[in-house]
């Protein structure tokens, strides 16, 4: 059985879109999504600019809009769409996919969507040519890459010997003053130190896998996208939820050279993320985020859990006040019954209280708590100092060297 006839029989799956197969060789298919923005050219223009890889590639951009998008945008986007469809023999490094959709319900309309339509098309073309082992590529319009861009890619998933299913790729924000406000900037660049401590925070708590959780930022075989079931058709946060699942059943291997550079600006396209974060950083003048002690909480909770196998253990108190004393020995007591070691209990107690428990758990601390948010400076000095690390450059060059580093 071809490797994705299962997916187009159990999931729901956009039909084909484009006519005739891609090239014998193609080994790396880049999908954007494009909604309203014309710096989609620049984007290709820099995908075009860089090194060749020993493969062909295709960049699918899916263009789209919702059932209630303003006429304005959806006008745009007919532009946008239309001036794709001229370039398309225009680039040396990819043949170029336009697609365009238009009046998405907006029960399901948004950038999860368009990137699921793109990847589900992606696997059609790889199965098309037999290739289970290809290299599908998320990236968003409004991104450059570095010029090894294609070639880190490809080495990482064709030639690295532990042959990866799926990668996360190292990230490092767009500062160019030419292109965005001061404001912009210096707003951005505290948001991205908080997702670093983040991602960082996570590993020193014990989380097996601590992943940068970025739509411009992942790549992934047709056969592992197909297997978990593809993208799912989210206004925001489609990367995250995929991610995390795809962590529970596969290692999510790293390109630990930062090869995408994100736009820092203001935007309100999506509920959460990068755009919306800057603009509060901007309105506030703050970037308060997780205090670094509730992940020592998490830390000495999670390094608890070979001992609570065998009933012998000290769980932090605020960890049994958060989930209740008695769901909480309920929980322990299946996850026992229902192992036969404790290795295997380990695992079971981690997939009860993962990723998702944990951000729970964050959220559960106010202003007003013991664990106050606290901006994002004075943590990342902690988790440094924690890590032993001497700030010889400055906070955001540190914890960039350090994240860089430290694979997932």
């Given at each position: 059985?071809?490797?994705?006839?299962?997916?187009?029989?159990?999931?729901?799956?956009?039909?084909?879109?484009?006519?005739?197969?891609?090239?014998?060789?193609?080994g790396i298919i880049v999908v954007i999504p494009c909604y309203d923005d014309e710096f989609i050219f620049t984007t290709l223009q820099s995908l075009d600019s860089a090194d060749r890889p020993p493969c062909s590639v295709e960049v699918?951009?899916?263009?789209?809009?919702?059932?209630?998008?303003?006429?304005?945008?959806?006008?745009?986007?007919?532009?946008?769409?239309?001036?794709?469809?001229?370039?398309?023999?225009?680039?040396?490094?990819?043949?170029?996919?336009?697609?365009?959709?238009?009046?998405?319900?907006?029960?399901?309309?948004?950038?999860?969507?368009?990137?699921?339509?793109g990847m589900d098309e992606a696997v059609w073309r790889f199965s098309a040519i037999e290739n289970p082992r290809g290299v599908i590529v998320s990236l968003d319009a409004d991104c450059l890459v570095a010029e090894d861009y294609f070639?880190?890619?490809?080495?990482?998933?064709?030639?690295?010997?532990?042959?990866?299913?799926?990668?996360?790729?190292?990230?490092?924000?767009?500062?160019?003053?030419?292109?965005?406000?001061?404001?912009?900037?210096?707003?951005?660049?505290?948001?991205?130190?908080?997702?670093?401590?983040?991602?960082?925070?996570?590993?020193?708590?014990?989380?097996?896998?601590?992943?940068?959780?970025?739509?411009?930022?992942?790549?992934?075989?047709?056969?592992?996208?197909?297997?978990?079931?593809?993208?799912?058709?989210?206004?925001?946060?489609?990367?995250?939820?995929?991610?995390?699942?795809?962590?529970?059943?596969?290692?999510?291997?790293?390109?630990?050279?930062?090869?995408?550079?994100?736009?820092?600006?203001?935007?309100?396209?999506?509920?959460?993320?990068?755009?919306?974060?800057?603009?509060?950083?901007?309105?506030?003048?703050?970037?308060?985020?997780?205090?670094?002690?509730?992940?020592?909480?998490?830390?000495?909770?999670?390094?608890?859990?070979?001992?609570?196998?065998?009933?012998?253990?000290?769980?932090?108190?605020?960890?049994?006040?958060?989930?209740?004393?008695?769901?909480?020995?309920?929980?322990?007591?299946?996850?026992?019954?229902?192992?036969?070691?404790?290795?295997?209990?380990?695992?079971?107690?981690?997939?009860?209280?993962?990723?998702?428990?944990?951000?729970?758990?964050?959220?559960?601390?106010?202003?007003?708590?013991?664990?106050?948010?606290?901006?994002?400076?004075?943590?990342?000095?902690?988790?440094?100092?924690?890590?032993?690390?001497?700030?010889?450059?400055?906070?955001?060059?540190?914890?960039?060297?350090?994240?860089?580093?430290?694979?997932?």
């Amino acid at each position: 059985m071809n490797f994705a006839e299962s997916y187009y029989k159990r999931y729901s799956v956009a039909p084909k879109i484009f006519n005739g197969n891609p090239r014998s060789d193609t080994g790396i298919i880049v999908v954007i999504p494009c909604y309203d923005d014309e710096f989609i050219f620049t984007t290709l223009q820099s995908l075009d600019s860089a090194d060749r890889p020993p493969c062909s590639v295709e960049v699918i951009v899916v263009v789209n809009s919702a059932e209630d998008t303003d006429v304005a945008v959806v006008e745009k986007n007919r532009r946008i769409y239309a001036s794709l469809c001229e370039k398309k023999g225009s680039y040396l490094n990819f043949a170029l996919l336009p697609y365009i959709i238009e009046g998405v319900p907006h029960k399901i309309a948004g950038v999860g969507n368009a990137r699921k339509v793109g990847m589900d098309e992606a696997v059609w073309r790889f199965s098309a040519i037999e290739n289970p082992r290809g290299v599908i590529v998320s990236l968003d319009a409004d991104c450059l890459v570095a010029e090894d861009y294609f070639t880190e890619i490809y080495s990482r998933f064709y030639c690295a010997k532990d042959h990866p299913n799926a990668c996360t790729l190292q990230f490092r924000h767009n500062f160019d003053e030419k292109l965005y406000s001061g404001q912009e900037i210096d707003a951005c660049r505290r948001y991205e130190m908080y997702l670093r401590y983040f991602r960082l925070a996570q590993k020193v708590a014990g989380i097996p896998q601590c992943l940068h959780t970025i739509g411009s930022c992942l790549a992934v075989t047709p056969e592992t996208y197909a297997r978990m079931g593809g993208m799912a058709r989210r206004q925001a946060g489609e990367d995250f939820y995929f991610l995390q699942k795809l962590a529970l059943q596969s290692k999510v291997a790293s390109v630990d050279k930062p090869i995408v550079f994100p736009s820092p600006s203001v935007s309100e396209r999506v509920p959460f993320g990068t755009g919306r974060s800057v603009k509060k950083i901007i309105e506030t003048g703050s970037c308060k985020v997780y205090n670094f002690g509730l992940f020592l909480l998490l830390k000495e909770f999670y390094s608890a859990f070979p001992s609570l196998y065998d009933g012998d253990s000290t769980i932090p108190r605020e960890i049994i006040e958060f989930v209740g004393e008695q769901k909480f020995k309920s929980l322990v007591d299946e996850c026992r019954k229902n192992t036969s070691d404790r290795k295997s209990f380990v695992k079971r107690m981690f997939a009860k209280f993962d990723v998702f428990f944990m951000i729970r758990f964050l959220n559960g601390f106010d202003e007003q708590s013991d664990f106050a948010p606290v901006e994002v400076e004075i943590v990342v000095s902690e988790l440094l100092d924690y890590y032993g690390v001497t700030s010889v450059k400055n906070l955001y060059e540190d914890i960039l060297e350090l994240d860089v580093s430290i694979s997932n």
